[in-house]
């Protein structure tokens, strides 16, 4: 069983999410892709950060309906800041040996990954799917990743994706403008936006 995790504060949950998702998915040949939600995401300011308990039934409605998409509150559950490094360990744990984790990230977080909290042992734990972006050679990317953590690039598989132009900003400074976000996110995810007032 193959099981891609895909990390991220979804602040909120956007179609690029899902489309990064499902092409991960389809690349890949993973039986489920596993949506993790941050509680307190290291690298990232706490302004305009919905509560976690908000970005996780968001996240929730999103995928309901597939199978093939799951949620894990391993992040939320656990105190302290969130490392990918955490979760994928709790998801180890839970899931087994029996499951091979692939971590998805885009490339431009696959040139930092040296700088993440225990990265080498976030490579021991699972591979990297890599989602090719334009604007960021992959070849390059991949020598500069095995620069600083030599044989890393072997751990990575790269996935060719459609460029989706939606941000996780840009939807949160449309809500707080009165701007429609349709088609943008999922239908109950903006629902659920409108009916708990978030961004405003």
């Known amino acids: ?17 899902l489309i990064i998702a499902e092409e991960a998915r389809e690349q890949l040949g993973l039986d489920e892709v596993i949506f993790v939600p941050a ?16 970005r996780l039934a968001m996240v929730r409605l ?24 955490d979760s ?10 029996s499951c091979e984790l692939l971590f998805i990230m ?12 225990n990265s080498k042992q976030l490579l021991s734990l699972c591979r990297i799917a890599a989602l090719a972006r334009p604007g960021i050679p992959t070849k390059r990317a991949l020598a500069r990743l ?22 996780a900003t840009d939807i949160r400074r449309r809500v707080a403008s009165g701007r429609s976000i349709a088609y943008r996110v ?10 708990h007032r978030l961004y405003r």
């Open 106 to 117: 885009g490339m431009d977080s696959l040139n930092d990954l040296p700088k993440w909290h």
């Open 186 to 195: 999922p239908g109950p995810v903006s629902a659920y936006i409108a009916k």
């Open 88 to 97: 994928t360990s709790d998801i180890r744990k839970a899931r087994g040996s």
């Open 146 to 167: 095995d620069r600083a953590l030599p044989g890393a690039r072997r751990r990575v598989d790269v996935i060719e994706t459609t460029n989706i132009d939606i941000s």
């Open 1 to 17: 069983m193959r099981c891609g995790i895909l990390g991220g504060t979804f602040n909120p949950i956007h179609l690029g999410h």
């Open 62 to 85: 999103a995928i309901k309906g597939n199978p093939r998409f799951t949620v894990s509150a391993v992040d939320i559950e656990r105190p302290g800041p969130s490392y990918a490094v």
């Open 39 to 54: 509680a307190r995401p290291w690298m990232k300011e706490a302004k305009e950060l919905a509560s976690a308990k908000d």
